[in-house]
Nanobody, 125 residues
């Protein structure tokens, strides 16, 4: 069974940066397509960024392109999300997710089988 655990959330001023981490156990992440999702109160869960098992192919929501970078370290079995130039509208609970590799960086939450518990990101204006 794959288990995912996020960390790195917190409170930051607008324009600041945070790096989220997602430690995986139960499977090498080299075998997984993975993604970051977020959900703000009263809103649908949104796919923010995704990375295929190759670690090269990525995809981003338009709202975060140029500001967020998804990456992974297979040796540490960890997924990352570097978030720069944060805005108040980035405030949400952030979740990492994984699924058996199809080689596609999907941001469709229904295609993911494994989920972490989430880490809160709050951006003050």
């Amino acid at each position: 069974q794959v288990q995912l655990a996020e960390s790195g959330g917190g409170s930051v001023q607008a324009g600041g940066s945070l790096r989220l981490s997602c430690a995986a156990s139960g499977s090498p992440i080299s075998n997984l397509d993975m993604g970051w999702f977020r959900q703000a109160p009263g809103k649908e869960r949104e796919g923010v960024a995704a990375i295929a098992s190759d670690g090269i192919t990525t995809g981003y929501a338009d709202s975060v392109k140029g500001r967020f970078t998804i990456s992974k370290d297979n040796a540490k079995n960890t997924l990352y999300l570097q978030m720069n130039s944060l805005k108040p509208e980035d405030t949400a609970m952030y979740y990492c997710a994984g699924t058996k590799s199809r080689g596609l960086p999907t941001r469709n939450q229904y295609e993911y089988d494994y989920w972490g518990q989430g880490t809160q990101v709050t951006v003050a204006s």
